[in-house]
Each structure stands twice: as C-alpha cells, then as structure tokens.
C-alpha cells in the first residue's frame, strides 16, 4: 500500500473506531493457482486472547470460497470517505494534484467455522445494521424459520486471525500551513466526502502543526 510515515495512523483506538465505522469492506486472496479473487462483505472486528480476530459470513461454493479454502492467507481492506484535492489550492499551485482518502488493511489467516456459530453471527450482523432493534422484522430471530433453514445451508462463517495491520490517513499532512487550511475551507463546499476529509483534517490540525498558530 502506500506507505509514507507521515500517512500513516498509529493510534490503535483510532484505527479499530474507523473498522467499526466502515465494516463492508474488501476481503481478497488467492487460489492454489495464485489467481485473485475478492468480495465485498461486512467484517467486524473482537479481541481475544490478545489477538484481533475479525468475522464474518459468505455464500458457499463461490469462487472466494474455495479459493479461501486452497489458500487461507487473505487481505481485507477497509475504506473510508475519500476526495480529490486540487493543487490549485496549494500556495505553490505548480505541482501534482491528489486525492486524500482514510485506508485500514489487515492482512491474516482465515478459516471457516460449523453451523452451531452461523445463528450467532447472522443475529449479531442483523441486529448490528437494524441498530440493535430486537424488533425489527428482518432480524435473525424475528425470520420464519422455513426461510431461515432455506437460506443458511448457503452461508459459512469465516474467522480471520489478524496479523498485521496497516493504515494510509492521506490527509495532506505533508502540506505547508497555509495550503493545509485552503485546503481544508476548499473540501468543506466538495460534499459529503469533501466534508468528512476537512473534519478529519480539522481534529489533527495542532497534531500536524503543533508548533504554529493557525
């Protein structure tokens, strides 16, 4: 990934506040043959034992499955609001322009669990998108049960050991003072994703420039 030190988020509470945020995220892999493959899934992430372990549910018999079960190293990348940022606001405007963007990628081992930890992720998954609303009609508990019986024989569980996480927080730390602020008042007019970026900006402005007056 891209990788330059000042890019990067090493605040541990950060990173796991920004996975719980973006949970459908991009798992990837390959095969015995060393041919991609990827899906688009939710993933969330516990603690255990000291260990980070993420999970999750996909259909079976899917190219991403088997290629999961030939080959269980796998990268799941998660990703946050991004925008294009113009070099026109810079206070050198002769240069490149860019895009500014949030990025958490875990790298791991995967394997798949039994049928007696399906219900617990499905109801787990469902509650956590109906924002934890136990009356909700397309909870896990609340389905018919022909329904939930039809549709599980098609779903497996996956586990994730985490082992090693990686971040890009492209939030034009590498800019002068100056350029950072335009930059900031520039993406408040850019929309929603414009918007989220010059918040984002705006909480770490006195850790980029702890020693300026902005």
């Known amino acids: 990934m891209y990788d330059l030190p000042y890019h990067k988020e090493k605040n ?15 798992l990837s ?8 493959v ?39 990348v998660f990703t946050g609001n991004h925008t294009y940022v ?4 810079y206070s050198n405007p002769h240069q490149a322009s860019t895009w500014n963007y949030m990025s958490v990628h875990a790298k791991g081992t995967i394997k798949f669990l039994g049928d007696a930890a399906l219900d617990d992720v ?12 136990p009356h909700s009609s397309t909870v896990f508990d609340n389905l018919p049960a022909n329904y939930k019986e039809r549709v599980m024989k098609a779903i497996i569980v996956f586990e994730i050991e985490v082992t090693e996480i990686d971040t890009v927080f492209k939030l034009s730390q590498d800019r002068d003072a100056k350029s950072y602020e335009n930059i900031k008042e520039r993406l408040k007019n850019q929309g929603e994703d414009g918007k989220v970026i010059a918040e984002e900006m705006e909480k770490r402005t006195k850790e980029v420039f702890p020693d300026k007056k902005l």
Do not use: Y
């Open 38 to 76: 990827a899906t688009q899934v939710p993933v969330f992430m516990d603690e255990r034992e000291g260990k980070k372990i993420l999970w999750g549910h996909i259909m079976r018999n899917t190219d991403h499955h088997k290629a999961f079960q030939q080959n269980e190293n796998v990268l799941v």
């Open 12 to 26: 541990e509470a950060v990173i796991n506040e920004f996975i719980a945020q973006h949970p459908f995220a991009f």
């Open 29 to 36: 892999g390959c095969d015995s043959e060393n041919k991609p």
């Open 122 to 133: 499905l109801r787990k998954t469902s509650l956590h998108f109906e924002n934890n609303n």
């Open 86 to 89: 113009s070099a026109t606001w």
